[in-house]
């Protein structure tokens, strides 16, 4: 692999990370919950999705349009039984919550699909790729999702400036009292964020799960992805985000590289440099 | 006909009784003010009568319907529209923007963006501005449009003229006598009392929570109204029941 490649495949993989990492932003953006059960629900989204191939025998991609769907009502549900009951009571009550359903959610996987690692299986379609020049070739899946995650993100962003429940989401960011008085209904408006954060968790999850294994303790360790493209990128900034995914991805894929064990670290290292010297992120913004 | 009726509303800011058994009613496309010092409990009332703050007791009728207990978001639904002290626009919506927050509910009513534009003519070409690069005076008046769009039957405005220039007031008040025309009946909150007294059909004083003086202005002397405000003598207890 050249380096010309190796950024190709970074920018690609930076996607990813966008999409993966928008639920997460949405939902501290909107309601001030930090979402430590980010990454496993993402892994819950693998599992269902594996069982549901394993158990109906439909196609993957019909699995993936109903999986979906099916996070996002979760979503709502997880919100208006779970997450608003602890909002009264302060940060800290959201964020013991979270870490509680983090820790639930694991163990739930590992009762019930035990500590196997387990892939998607998507056949051909996952290891095919296509040669754009000499040094460069794509592959369908990577291709497949960051074009998934460029319009996803477009649809969000669509949704936040043209609709007003999209407005709403924005203003009770600002200052949800106020939005209050405008006719929302903070729990609506909160479900409402949660079921996009559900919906595009659930949807990078999947894309996980084709391109590398998972197994029920993966969770965290997905997570911190998320967290480091929403900190590179700006709290609050849905193209910071996307932008933030890319940093990080092409800096795991050329670190990759010049030493495969560097990949991580190096990831880590530009998310520290970026927390030292410019705190407020790469495009320090206020659209989400 | 009777808009608003407020019988013995108390309402507690954590121990401290704010507002203390208040009675008022105001009518329909009447203007009523209320006036009184800093801690008087004005933006209290204002708050509670909004959905904002809970009442301790008391009762909050609109149009003849309960709403004591109603929450905030479904009072706009009923008609109640509160201008928040500090005006509270959304800071990373555009100007356009926080006046269409104010339509989210569609109550149906003659307040439409276009009307607003026509009471407001310097928002048009400001309308993409994100709202946090305006003057107070600006604020205020996109405050008012995006509550106005709400379509209300009861405006609220709380501390109508705080922190602004007195020319910049005076341009607000303008458009006062248009919006009541409109149907919409108002209470505000002012700590101005000769801007209230002009402005006002009649006024209404609170001094530490309790309501001591109301009636019309042309009727009130200055040195009653002097008296009810700063709470010197025995001022005279407020009148209950009709004027």
Same mark, same amino acid.
């Given at each position: 692999m050249g380096w010309v490649n190796a950024v190709v495949q970074g920018l690609l993989l930076g996607g990813l990370y966008a999409l993966f990492a928008t639920g997460l932003?949405?939902?501290?953006?909107?309601?001030?919950?930090?979402?430590? +059960?980010?990454? $496993?629900?993402?892994?819950? #989204?693998?599992?269902?999705?594996?069982?549901?191939?394993?158990?109906?025998?439909?196609p993957l991609w019909v699995v993936i349009v109903v999986t979906v769907p099916l996070f996002a009502a979760l979503g709502y549900l997880t919100q208006r039984v779970l997450l608003q009951r602890s909002l009264s009571s302060g940060p800290l009550a959201t964020l013991l919550v979270t870490f509680g359903l983090s820790i639930v959610l694991q163990n739930v996987l590992l009762e019930v699909f035990s500590a196997d690692t387990r892939t998607l299986d998507a056949g051909a379609f996952a290891t095919g790729s296509f040669e754009v020049s000499g040094a460069v070739s794509v592959g369908y899946l990577s291709l497949t999702t960051f074009l998934l995650a460029c319009a996803a993100l477009a649809g969000i962003q669509l949704f936040l400036s043209r609709t007003g429940l999209g407005r709403m989401l924005r +203003?009770?960011? $600002?200052?949800?009292?106020? #939005?209050?008085?405008?006719?929302?209904?903070?729990r609506h408006v909160y479900g409402i964020a949660t079921v996009i954060a559900f919906a595009t968790v659930a949807l990078a999850g999947l894309m996980f799960a084709i391109r590398s294994s998972f197994d029920p303790a993966i969770g965290p360790s997905r997570l911190i992805f998320a967290f480091e493209a929403v900190v590179i990128g700006g709290l609050g900034s849905l193209w910071g985000t996307l932008l933030g995914g890319m940093v990080l991805g092409v800096t795991q894929s050329v670190s990759a590289q010049v030493d495969p064990a560097l990949t991580l670290l190096a990831g880590h290292l530009i998310f520290l440099a970026v927390l030292a010297f410019r705190p407020q992120g790469l495009l320090a913004g206020r659209t989400a | 006909m009777t808009l608003l009726s407020v019988r013995d509303l108390t309402v507690h800011h954590g121990q401290l009784r704010a507002v203390d058994g208040v009675s008022l009613s105001v009518d329909e496309g009447e203007v009523l003010a209320i006036i009184g010092a800093n801690g008087a409990g004005k933006s209290t009332l204002l708050r509670a009568l909004a959905g904002l703050n809970a009442p301790s007791s008391g009762t909050v009728e609109l149009a003849g319907r309960d709403i004591t207990r109603m929450p905030a978001h479904r009072r706009v639904v009923a008609g109640v529209a509160l201008v928040p002290e500090g005006r509270r626009l959304f800071r990373s919506l555009t100007v356009e923007e926080n006046l269409l927050a104010g339509a989210y509910r569609g109550r149906p009513g003659p307040w439409t963006m276009a009307a607003v534009l026509e009471l407001f003519p310097w928002m048009a070409e400001r309308r993409g501005q994100n709202a946090g690069q305006l003057s107070g005076g600006e604020q205020q008046a996109v405050a008012i449009g995006r509550a106005l769009l709400s379509n209300p039957d009861l405006l609220l405005i709380d501390e109508l003229s705080l922190g602004l220039a007195p020319v910049v007031v005076r341009r607000i008040y303008e458009?006062?006598?248009?919006?009541?025309?409109?149907?919409?009946?108002?209470?505000?909150?002012?700590?101005?009392?000769?801007?209230?007294?002009?402005?006002?059909?009649?006024?209404?004083?609170?001094?530490?929570g309790r309501s001591v003086l109301q009636g019309r202005p042309a009727e009130l002397t200055g040195e009653r109204v002097e008296h009810a405000y700063f709470g010197i003598g025995a001022a005279e207890p407020a009148q209950e029941g009709r004027h």
């Open positions: 932003s949405l939902m501290f953006g909107v309601m001030r919950i930090v979402n430590l +059960a980010h990454g $496993d629900l993402a892994v819950v #989204a693998s599992f269902l999705a594996l069982a549901l191939v394993s158990g109906t025998g439909l +203003a009770s960011s $600002d200052d949800p009292e106020t #939005a209050n008085l405008m006719g929302a209904d903070s | 458009v006062l006598p248009g919006i009541v025309g409109a149907g919409t009946t108002a209470l505000i909150v002012e700590q101005d009392v000769s801007q209230a007294m002009r402005v006002a059909d009649r006024v209404h004083c609170l001094l530490e």
